[in-house]
């Protein structure tokens, strides 16, 4: 039942979190707000997430996983109802920042999760996890499209909390593990030993943080560059080539994540994450080097960067051991703050460099991602003794 309930929050936090797709545009036209007020939302959003995932990563340390678990579908529960029945913009945006709250713990509450029932052929395992976040959000935008013909955008949010009490409800009444241990009066549990911000002082948290953040940029530049690119530099129509190429990107990011984990465990983790940032650096040339036809081979970047994140985590998880959930809270946080200011880089390159090379300064930081994994290699040779 816990691999039940954690597969099925991963697909859930991909589904409500991409029917923004389809709300934001409507949003914005039932309130007639400008787009400068609608990237202040977006904006505010991002930083809710982000801010919610350091609480969640303090919490995790302090109330345990269950609590913080708990947490993320009662936020999820206010938000989406609290999105519904409002009617003017400020509130609505208030709530949306309620559910972005809820993303933020639940990022690291099922990575934590994770940590602790993927006991065995974790790297496989964790793959199948954001197997699941991809299904839900490649459903989204249609199934939120649909209810938003026939019936409203609001009424998105509103389907949407069957989904999560249909998770939460059972959640109760199930034992995380170590709670039986607790129970029967042994020692509290070990991941409580490690604080969030014990967990900074460790000097490998920032080396796993550094390799995440580089990978989450490269896997996250397609979607935040793509189009831009090939419409300002190549003048191809976003609706229509823009489209295609990101949805061809998720669908082999998808198929990745569903079917590499078999092949993670042959090669080894290490030396998969390897094979795939020379991959994706020869994809990311190729693609380049071909003008609008890379239109065609960039695509497959979403492939090889699928297995980055769970397959990371994967090694994070081996290395720290009991104290994982903590450990892992805390390189999450720290990466997204990586990631946020290479999009930034990105955005800047774009403006003063050209608008061609935004996109291709990917292929600069999946460089870096193999200086980041010599690193974390040569490192990871000394042994985790735990935090003092």
């Not at 199934?143 to 959640?171: E, M, T």
């Not at 900074?200 to 390799?211: I, Q, T, Y």
């Not at 191809?236 to 993670?264: E, H, M, Q």
């Amino acid at each position: 039942m816990l691999f039940i309930i954690l597969f099925g929050a991963m697909f859930l936090f991909g589904f409500i979190e991409n029917v923004k797709g389809v709300s934001y545009p409507l949003i914005k036209t039932e309130f007639n707000i400008s787009y400068e007020q609608q990237g202040i939302m977006v904006s505010i959003l991002s930083l809710a997430y982000v801010l919610f995932c350091i609480v969640g990563g303090v919490l995790i340390g302090s109330w345990g996983v269950k609590r913080t678990f708990f947490l993320g579908f009662v936020l999820m529960i206010f938000g989406l109802a609290g999105t519904f029945l409002l009617p003017s913009f400020i509130f609505v945006a208030v709530f949306l920042f309620v559910v972005s709250a809820a993303f933020g713990i639940f990022e690291v509450s099922t990575n934590a999760l994770a940590t602790q029932i993927f006991t065995s052929k974790a790297a496989l395992l964790m793959n199948l996890m954001h197997f699941f976040y991809g299904a839900g959000s490649s459903l989204s935008p249609l199934a939120a499209g649909f209810v938003a013909l026939a019936l409203s955008w609001r009424n998105v949010y509103l389907f949407s909390i069957p989904l999560v009490l249909a998770l939460f409800l059972p959640s109760i009444f199930i034992r995380f593990p170590k709670e039986k241990e607790q129970e029967e009066g042994e020692s509290k549990d070990k991941t409580k030993k490690v604080s969030f911000f014990s967990a900074l002082k460790n000097p490998m948290v920032w080396v796993f943080s550094g390799a995440l953040g580089l990978m989450v940029s490269v896997e996250l530049c397609s979607a935040n560059w793509a189009g831009l690119y090939f419409q300002d530099v190549y003048h191809l129509d976003p609706k229509t080539s823009g489209a295609t190429f990101i949805s061809a990107f998720y669908i082999l990011f998808t198929i990745s994540r569903l079917l590499s984990g078999f092949a993670i465990e042959k090669l080894g983790y290490l030396r998969s994450l390897f094979i795939a940032a020379f991959a994706s650096i020869f994809v990311l040339a190729l693609g380049f080097s071909l003008g609008a036809r890379g239109i065609y081979i960039l695509p497959v970047l979403g492939f090889f960067s699928a297995i980055f994140w769970p397959t990371i985590l994967a090694v994070a998880m081996g290395y720290f051991k009991e104290d994982a959930p903590v450990m892992t809270s805390a390189i999450i946080v720290i990466a997204g703050a990586i990631n946020s200011g290479v999009q930034l880089l990105m955005g800047l390159a774009n403006r003063f460099v050209g608008p061609a090379w935004g996109y291709r300064s990917a292929l600069i930081y999946a460089i870096l991602i193999i200086f980041a994994l010599f690193v974390l290699r040569r490192r990871q040779r000394h042994p985790y003794k735990g935090l003092s």
